[in-house]
């Protein structure tokens, strides 16, 4: 990651220890702020990196029915509290003209845009759009189940509860038989 400034999250780190009370010196907490910082650099990886390069590289295949990759794990924090939000995105897209990409770049997409501050909502049409805007399918269908620790560690304290968000595009938007066929393989 080209602009993370790791040397201001140690200092940042370092303030917040010390603004809760704690000792920055205690056993423990030595070595903290670097380790946040490095742990930042690895969370927010897809801050500079650019989604539709991993759509670049398609193959010629004649298929225009559903593909679709189920339950690609994804880690990312929310931006109002930045606490983790994590769980499964399902990526589906209907082929056209020929065109099939490598299904681990659906999988990068998404995790691409998981890794950069989010919002749930936001990951689900952005993964859509990228896929749409550079493979232009038929149809793209995102789906993402995710577990929210603001929800679950502070505020209305509820673990265990569930956000779905699902984005679609071209025929799953259009025709309700192909995106009643997408939500059905989702949940087998």
């Known amino acids: 990651m080209n602009n993370l400034d790791?040397?201001?999250?140690?200092?940042?780190?370092?303030?917040?220890l010390e603004a809760i009370g704690e000792d920055v010196e205690r056993e423990?907490?030595?070595?903290?702020?670097?380790?946040?910082a490095n742990m930042?650099?690895?969370i927010f990886?897809?801050?500079?990196?650019e989604p539709r390069?991993?759509?670049?590289?398609?193959?010629t295949e004649f298929h225009d029915e559903l593909v679709l990759?189920?339950?690609?794990?994804?880690?990312?924090?929310?931006?109002?509290?930045l606490l983790p939000f994590y769980g499964k995105a399902h990526v589906a897209y209907i082929p056209r003209g020929g065109k099939v990409v490598g299904i681990s770049k659906l999988a990068r997409v998404a995790e691409t845009y998981a890794r950069r501050p989010q919002l749930q909502e936001r990951l689900t049409s952005q993964i859509a759009d990228c896929i749409n805007e550079n493979l232009k399918p038929f149809g793209v269908g995102v789906v993402i189940e995710a577990e929210h620790m603001c929800m679950?560690?502070?505020?209305?304290?509820?673990p265990g509860s569930t956000t779905v968000t699902s984005a679609v595009r071209g025929l799953f938007e259009t025709r309700s038989e192909?995106?009643?066929e997408l939500f059905s393989l989702i949940m087998r």
Request: charge should be positive.
């Open 178 to 180: 192909t995106r009643a």
């Open 28 to 36: 423990g907490l030595q070595g903290t702020p670097r380790r946040v």
């Open 40 to 42: 930042y650099e690895e």
């Open 152 to 158: 679950t560690m502070r505020g209305i304290k509820k």
């Open 53 to 59: 390069e991993f759509l670049q590289v398609s193959f």
């Open 45 to 49: 990886a897809g801050i500079n990196v």
């Open 69 to 81: 990759v189920r339950d690609i794990p994804i880690y990312s924090l929310c931006e109002h509290h």
């Open 6 to 16: 790791k040397e201001k999250i140690e200092r940042a780190v370092t303030l917040i």
